[in-house]
């Protein structure tokens, strides 16, 4: 197939880092999103968000340090050797990887703000939730031309992702809480922008990489794209249906609503780790048709 | 919401997207070639690159390579063989990182004729 880099142990590995990667940062920067939107939420369903939102900041930061390992490996030939050599750590760092986690270290820490109760706290992680998504901006396929535009692109498709994977686990405690069918309700109707802004802005980043309907048939990057709209098409109906039957069930007192609920939110995620790892392969061993 | 549409569709169709990759446009000695002798191993790129790896292996094993171009970024990486280069098929391997910051890799293959 067209466009397809040579796949051994290293670049599975590194398609697994990026994804959790891409969970974490997620995470992180969805917990500052959910706070700052659903201020009067149940207390439960806060504290989650906040605490997960610090905990994926750590993660991911320990995650970008695995990956600088592997893309050194990668790059030396080495095998593990060179996942600590220190020349090729040196290079990796001055390719836009280490740009890429300047940007990332500095959101990171800041989204730990969020731990702060207050106005002080939820905007030092706004903005560091601001940051992580300008750093995905800096590196890879989006340094393509125009890179201003593809940047922004790719910023806004991570803060809409962000803000509805960062609602999940939060919503799953919510939907167990007495009075959280309100709760559900608003987040339906503001994720229904933030879904419209998601597809919208990643199938125009996805035209200007492909170009044409036989790079998109043609090449791997197409196959894998394809792969992974059929996975994000499933995740619309999982969440069409919460948001037209399920949310409505639990705000007219059915008392089995609120654990179909639950278990659809679980299917959700499972849903989104897949959707990370097709979006860690395009990203990673395959070629975008307009580059071949 | 519509004009914010119509205005990314109207920066979509004007422009096209760049190369964000860099791939090998053409080596020396070429692809498959058969070669009386070789004086220098290069790849050129459409786009800087990195290289961080190469080797060159012949009937007798790994040929050292003398960089020309050290690790800096490069559109054409040379290497010399620091030594006699005996008939028979060879084989480069290369690794490195694009401008982009991906982890690239690629070889070819040549005869050396006796």
Do not use: C
């Not at chain 1, 969970?23 to 369903?45: D, K």
């Amino acid at each position: 197939m067209e466009g397809l880099a040579p796949i051994d142990g290293w670049a599975f590995v590194a398609i697994l880092a990026k994804a959790a990667g891409y969970a974490a940062a997620l995470v992180a920067m969805g917990g500052p999103l959910f706070v700052a939107t659903f201020r009067s939420a149940p207390g439960g369903a806060l504290r989650l968000a906040r605490m997960l939102a610090a905990g994926a900041a750590v993660v991911g930061l320990a995650v970008l340090a695995v990956r600088f390992g592997i893309r050194s490996a990668r790059i030396s030939g080495m095998g593990l050797d060179g996942a600590v050599d220190p020349i090729m750590l040196g290079l990796v760092w001055d390719s836009p990887l280490g740009t890429a986690a300047l940007w990332h270290g500095v959101g990171a820490v800041l989204i730990l703000g969020i731990l702060i109760d207050g106005a002080m706290g939820l905007s030092a992680s706004l903005l560091g939730a601001l940051l992580v998504a300008v750093s995905h901006a800096v590196v890879g396929h989006s340094l393509g031309d125009p890179r201003w535009l593809l940047g922004g692109l790719v910023g806004a498709h991570l803060l809409a992702g962000a803000f509805w994977v960062g609602a999940l686990a939060p919503l799953h405690r919510a939907a167990d809480l007495a009075g959280s069918a309100a709760l559900l309700h608003r987040f339906g109707t503001i994720a229904s922008g933030a879904v419209a802004v998601l597809v919208l802005v990643g199938l125009t980043f996805a035209w200007l990489m492909i170009g044409s309907l036989s790079g998109l048939v043609g090449t791997a990057y197409g196959w894998t794209l394809i792969a992974k709209l059929a996975l994000v098409a499933g995740l619309l109906g999982l969440a069409a249906g919460n948001k037209l039957r399920l949310v409505p069930a639990l705000a007219s007192g059915d008392p089995s609503a609120s654990g179909r609920l639950r278990r659809a939110i679980r299917m959700e995620m499972v849903a989104v780790a897949l959707i990370l790892l097709a979006t860690a392969t395009l990203t990673s061993i395959t070629t975008p048709p307009v580059n071949l | 919401m519509t004009r914010l549409i119509l205005a990314l569709a109207a920066m979509v169709a004007l422009t096209t997207a760049a190369l964000a990759h860099s791939k090998t446009d053409a080596t020396t000695p070429a692809e498959g070639a058969t070669v009386d002798t070789v004086e220098v191993i290069a790849m050129r790129f459409d786009d800087p690159m990195r290289i961080t790896a190469i080797t060159l292996t012949g009937p007798d094993g790994e040929v050292d390579l003398v960089r020309e171009t050290g690790f800096d970024p490069v559109m054409e990486f040379r290497g010399m063989p620091g030594g006699a280069v005996a008939p028979g098929a060879y084989t480069v391997e290369w690794r490195g990182l694009a401008s982009d910051g991906h982890p690239m890799q690629g070889s070819f293959g040549f005869t050396v004729a006796d």
